[in-house]
Each structure stands twice: as structure tokens, then as C-alpha cells.
């Protein structure tokens, strides 16, 4: 069940948030397209780490991130044709295959990899996370210094409102699973809800929307989603669970 709660917030509660603010501050419509595209995408990988740091549920995290990954093969494309479609064009078959090249495509090569060549991934393991933070910091800088005229020139409106994506979506996902769940579960759910693979989505909007606005709302997210995703962790840590 909390993992298909994930799955709603990831492509439910996420997308209609994003449509809220982008009226609520009246972005103009490519820059609130690329914040529903935002918001239409799986939950990042980082939101695992933050989830330890936070002392949530390692492994429900796992799993919530593995789920809405798979799932964004067909919600991906399929929530971008249904709230964008009337806002700017949108190629859902496109989409779909790109998304199956950079999320399942990955992950039947790791799998490959770790059954034929067991010991050598044991090897390379210790080194993944340096690696995944160093990829990381270069897709961060390369989508805002792509983006910074067009960043400079959307001014606090975009910032705010790629803010309070993340932010409300991190609060919603507390506040609506905590009388249900331990402290413990409800953090993991703040943090998924709250942390979107923002990248992936400057990627799709490089790739197959032709007005390069629609890009800008991902890059301002990456450094939104990753600031409110850490700072929640460090927090949660000032505040112990009842499972401790």
C-alpha cells in the first residue's frame, strides 16, 4: 500500500501541485508546461541517500524510487500528453522511448552486469557513490549555466515556484501519510514526494520540446529539489523517531 501511495504522489498529488502554482504565480505557459514536466517525472535516485541521512525507511525508499522509475516509462508520457498537450506540443511516443533509453536501459545493464560479472561490480561498488556525486554536480552545472539568461530573466517567479514544488510536495507527503504510518514511514514519503529526478526532465524537455523555455523550469528544480531534499534529511536528524 505505502508503496502505491508513492506512486500516487509521484504522478498524482506532484502533478496537480504544479499546475496550483504555475496559475497561482502565472508563469507564463512554456515555463509552467516544464514545471508540470517536473513534476510528471520519476523520483530521484538521490532521494535514498537523503532518506538514511534522515533516518527514514532505507529500503521502502528503495523501492518507492525503483517503482516510480519503472512507472515513469508509461506516466511519463502519457501525464505529458494529457497536461500539456493543449499547452505546447507533445510527442508521447518520443518520450516514451527516450525514457525506456535512460531509465530501463540502465538498469538491464546493471543487472547484466552484477549476473555475469559478480566480483568485478563488487569492486566497483565502493566507487559508485563518488562517481554518482561527481555526475551530479556536472548535470547541475552544465542545466543552470545552459539556462542562466533565461533563469536571470524569469526572475523570483520561477524560483518560488520551483521552491514551493518541491516544498509542498515534501509537506503534503509528511502531513497526509503521518496519521497512518510511523514517523519513520512519513519522512520516506516527504522525501520521495519531495525529490524529483530533475535532470532526467531537462533532459526530455532538451530533447523534444522545441521552445527552449520549457527547459528552464527543470534546471531552477535540480538546485531546488536537491537544497529542500538535503536540508529536510539534516533536519529530520535533529528530531529522533520513536523506533530509536
Known amino acids: 500500500v505505502a508503496v502505491l501511495l508513492a506512486f500516487l504522489g509521484c504522478y498524482g498529488v506532484m502533478p496537480s501541485l504544479a499546475i496550483f502554482i504555475g496559475k497561482a504565480f502565472s508563469l507564463e505557459p512554456a515555463l509552467a508546461a516544464g514545471l508540470v ?19 527514514g525507511d532505507l529500503a521502502l525508499s528503495v523501492l ?10 508509461v506516466m ?4 505529458g500528453k494529457l497536461l500539456l498537450g493543449q499547452v505546447v506540443p507533445v510527442n508521447a511516443a518520443a518520450i516514451s522511448i527516450s525514457t525506456i533509453q535512460v531509465v530501463l536501459a540502465p538498469i538491464l545493464i546493471g543487472m547484466s552486469f552484477n549476473l555475469k560479472f559478480p566480483e568485478l561490480v563488487k569492486k566497483i561498488l565502493p566507487f559508485s557513490p563518488i562517481v ?12 543552470v ?17 520551483a521552491a514551493l514544488l518541491h516544498a509542498l510536495g515534501g509537506a503534503a507527503g509528511y502531513f497526509l ?63 529522533p523517531t520513536a523506533e530509536e
Do not use: D
Open 76 to 79: 511519463t508520457p502519457l501525464m
Open 64 to 73: 518507492m524510487t525503483t517503482m516510480t522509475t519503472i512507472g515513469a516509462i
Open 132 to 143: 554518482g556525486v561527481v555526475v551530479t554536480c556536472l548535470l547541475v552545472g552544465t542545466s
Open 145 to 161: 549555466a545552459g539556462c542562466a539568461t533565461s533563469i536571470l530573466n524569469a526572475g523570483f517567479k520561477l524560483q518560488a515556484s
Open 37 to 55: 514536466l517536473v513534476a510528471c517525472i520519476n523520483g530521484a535516485q538521490a532521494s535514498n541517500l537523503c532518506t538514511f541521512i534522515g533516518q
Open 177 to 239: 501519510t503521518k496519521p497512518f504510518y510511523s514517523e519513520k514511514i512519513a519522512r520516506t514519503f516527504a522525501i520521495e514526494w519531495a525529490m524529483k529526478s530533475s535532470a532526467f526532465g531537462f533532459l526530455l524537455a532538451s530533447l523534444h520540446f522545441p521552445e527552449f523555455a520549457v527547459r528552464v523550469p527543470s534546471a531552477v528544480s535540480i538546485v531546488w529539489m536537491t537544497l529542500i531534499g538535503s536540508s529536510m534529511a539534516v533536519l529530520s536528524r535533529f528530531f
